[in-house]
Each structure stands twice: as structure tokens, then as C-alpha cells.
T-cell receptor, first 113, second 114 residues
Framework: AQSVTQLGSHVSVSEGALVLLRCNYS??????LFWYVQYPNQGLQLLLK??????LVKGINDFEAEFKKSETSFHLTKPSAHMSDAAEYFC???????????FGSGTRLSIRP | IAGITQAPTSQILAAGRRMTLRCTQD?????MYWYRQDLGLGLRLIHY???????GKGEVPDGYSVSRANTDDFPLTLASAVPSQTSVYFC?????????????FGNGTRLTVT
């Protein structure tokens, strides 16, 4: 069965530091991979999407993610964290149809001043 | 502003009562979804609809029903609420149901069943 793992339910970094949020999907390669962000008391918003056109995907707010088939990973990074990046982030591989989206359990990102 | 509107924002409901959560989108998206979000469990799909007139069951459909009479509206009904249905409910839509289109989410309905 397809699955997704987000390592670390909570990640804390200093303002200006590198952000790395990990996502590993199960062995079968999903056609599409998404990262979503959820700010407090809001719904999820699209950060970026992978569709096999390029392994390095750029998203909003300087976030990017790299698809690595050999590692079954799609980690999310940002070179320099801002206080406004504090939110929960969800990795979501999608198999065959939108009803087959699998959301990770989420990683809460905190930013220290 | 185009998007998804959910109502109510929050609700406290006595167990055994019937409740309908409303969801309306103005983006003319074909596909719509209902998720519940629970701490530690992420988002779980309750029901979905790939186009008006059709619906499907998701991962956790028991105790819930949906209808899709038109493109814009996708109400979720709890026929007889139970405490385990206490959760935050999100409605979402996408242009197509093929998985290529990203989901657009509403701001959620926080439901407490006592």
C-alpha cells in the first residue's frame, strides 16, 4: 500500500537558518507530489508541485523541493527561515487520482528569533 | 475573491443530533472533497465527488453522507453525531479529479460533539 512519512513532527530553526523538512513516499513512484502549508486556523495552501518535468521544483516564498527517486524522497528546503514561515507543512503524494492523495501527518515548523 | 466558503466556522453539537456542514466554491471546479483533520492523524478523506451528480467514499466515510446536486455545492451531513466525530472538517476542490490539479481548501469547520 502506498504511504508517506514525514520525519519529525516538530522542527525548530533560528530565523535566517536553513529549513529542511523531510518527506519519504513508499516504493511506488507517485505521478504527482505536493507540499502544502497550513497557517493557524486556516485551510491548506499549495506550496509547490512535482510532475516529473524537473526534479528540482521551486515554490512560493523561496521554498523548493527535490525529487530523488533513488531515495524515495521529496524533501522541502528554504535557504533562510523567516518568522512568517511558522506553520504546519504537509507532504502529499498523489496516486492515479485526486481521491488517492495521501497526506503525511505534518511537520510543525517553529522559528526562533 | 474566488475560493471555498465553509459554514459554520464552528459548532457545538449534542450527540445524536443531525448536522449539515456547508461548502460552496466559485471556481467552477469539477472535483470536491471533504476531509477531517485530527491531531496526529493528518488529513483523512471522508467523501469526494469528481463531478456534479457523482460521489465516492474516501478513507473514513462511516457516519457521513454527501450530495452533489450542482457544481458549486458539496454539503456534508452527519445523520446522528457521535463524540468521535469531533474534529476540524475541511472542504476542498480541484479543477479535475485526476490528481494533477492541486487542491484548494476552505478555512474549515471546527465541530465538537458532546
Amino acid at each position: 500500500a502506498q504511504s508517506v512519512t514525514q520525519l519529525g513532527s516538530h522542527v525548530s530553526v533560528s530565523e535566517g537558518a536553513l529549513v529542511l523538512l523531510r518527506c519519504n513516499y513508499s516504493s511506488s513512484v507517485p505521478p504527482y507530489l505536493f507540499w502544502y502549508v497550513q497557517y493557524p486556523n486556516q485551510g491548506l495552501q499549495l506550496l509547490l508541485k512535482y510532475t516529473s518535468a524537473a526534479t528540482l521544483v521551486k515554490g512560493i516564498n523561496d521554498f523548493e523541493a527535490e525529487f530523488k527517486k533513488s531515495e524515495t524522497s521529496f524533501h522541502l528546503t528554504k535557504p533562510s527561515a523567516h518568522m512568517s514561515d511558522a506553520a504546519e507543512y504537509f507532504c502529499a503524494p498523489t496516486y492515479s487520482s485526486a481521491s488517492k492523495i495521501i497526506f503525511g501527518s505534518g511537520t510543525r515548523l517553529s522559528i526562533r528569533p | 475573491i474566488a475560493g471555498i466558503t465553509q459554514a459554520p466556522t464552528s459548532q457545538i453539537l449534542a450527540a445524536g443530533r443531525r448536522m449539515t456542514l456547508r461548502c460552496t466554491q466559485d471556481m467552477r471546479h469539477n472535483a470536491m472533497y471533504w476531509y477531517r483533520q485530527d491531531l496526529g492523524l493528518g488529513l483523512r478523506l471522508i467523501h469526494y465527488s469528481n463531478t456534479a451528480g457523482t460521489t465516492g467514499k474516501g478513507e473514513v466515510p462511516d457516519g457521513y453522507s454527501v450530495s452533489r446536486a450542482n457544481t458549486d455545492d458539496f454539503p456534508l451531513t452527519l445523520a446522528s453525531a457521535v463524540p468521535s466525530q469531533t474534529s476540524v472538517y475541511f472542504c476542498a476542490s480541484s479543477r479535475g479529479g485526476d490528481g494533477n490539479s492541486p487542491l484548494h481548501f476552505g478555512n474549515g469547520t471546527r465541530l465538537t460533539v458532546t
